[in-house]
């Protein structure tokens, strides 16, 4: 089965997040690799392509890079360099992507602008920044929609929730296409379809091995947890999935909490302002995983917020940290291995 490729553009501006965007490739790998059979390869010029003879040096590279399938580009201050055929080699780069995206559907495309305020009295410098600017503008006319970060670890966490979310939308274009019909792996497998690859992602109709509590304030972190450990295999009991109108809220909770392997407590900042936030879920999560074998009780951070004093003593997750949804997924692994 062929990866599915990431490009990385950039000019050579922002070295850390060029990393950073490989390294969060590497991560998103290691989750859904395994059983499911997904495979993701980070593809950068000085990776993947070698000293060769072509019109200029970009052509040299893109035809050794080859075809993508999500193409991840970066800028901050420069441009870039210019070819024989555009005013930079990352231009170029994203004029060949657009290119094939409106010819064929593919690559996705995920376009990334930092916001740090610099200083520079070089002349060079500030029409490097021109530039950047008119081809910001550029993306906007095409209809392209780009992120805007201010720090490389923002960064991280941005790309690192994007790339999860273009699979988990490739699985749901596919599910729901019928020029494309699914094909059924196993009652926990479908297909998905990325042009150059095909790979299997897993649905949860099996019995949840997951409860996630959350604040309404943190619905949209909570929807992209629930999201990326369904894709990587797990049954999930989530509310605004799950249940149904006329059901009793309580008693589908506990039902929920007691069928569930392990229980997912998210925290931050913002659900420590809401009050009367998850005291059921916590309540109720407390007593089982206190009485002998009961339900793990896992508390997962989406910041630096102090945790309530009934959860301190347990070992929690930081999912906001470098590595953190890996973290949590290696976490989850354990204790449902071990429950079985």
Excluded: C
């Excluded at 060029?18 to 490739?25: K, Y």
């Amino acid at each position: 089965m062929n990866p599915i490729r990431v490009f990385i553009a950039s000019p050579g501006d922002v070295p850390d997040e060029r990393d950073i965007a490989s390294l969060v490739v590497s991560e998103v790998h290691r989750i859904f690799s395994g059983p499911l059979g997904l495979q993701l390869d980070a593809v950068r010029w000085e990776t993947h392509a070698v000293p060769d003879v072509g019109d200029d040096a970009q052509a040299v590279i893109n035809r050794q890079i080859g075809d993508f399938d999500i193409f991840v580009g970066m800028m901050w201050q420069r441009f870039g360099s210019p070819t024989k055929r555009n005013k930079s080699g990352t231009g170029e780069e994203f004029e060949r992507a657009y290119r094939l995206f409106k010819n064929h559907g593919r690559p996705k495309i995920m376009f990334y602008f930092r916001t740090t305020p610099f200083y520079t009295p070089e002349l060079e410098a500030i029409s490097q920044f021109r530039k950047v600017v008119e081809f910001r503008k550029k993306l906007e006319r095409l209809g392209v929609l780009y992120w805007t970060y201010q720090t490389p670890l923002e960064f991280e966490r941005n790309v690192r929730e994007h790339l999860i979310r273009q699979l988990i939308q490739a699985n749901n274009d596919i599910a729901k296409s019928e020029a494309r019909p699914v094909r059924t792996h196993t009652p926990r497998e479908i297909s998905v379809d990325f042009g150059t690859s095909s790979v299997a992602i897993a649905t949860a109709g099996h019995a949840p091995e997951i409860f996630l509590g959350y604040s309404f304030a943190d619905r949209d972190q909570a929807q992209l947890i629930y999201q990326a450990l369904r894709a990587a295999g797990y049954g999930v009991w989530m509310d605004a999935k799950n249940l149904l109108p006329g059901q009793m809220l309580h008693s589908e909770l506990e039902r929920a909490i007691r069928q569930s392997k392990v229980i997912l407590l998210l925290l931050s900042s913002k659900s420590q302002f809401v009050r009367g936030w998850a005291l059921k879920e916590v309540e109720i999560a407390q007593r089982l995983s206190g009485r002998r074998g009961g339900t793990p009780v896992l508390p997962v951070r989406l910041d630096n917020v102090e945790l309530p004093a009934g959860l301190r003593a347990l070992q929690w997750i930081d999912y906001f940290a470098s590595n953190g949804l890996e973290r949590l997924v290696e976490a989850i692994g354990r204790i449902v291995n071990k429950n079985h």
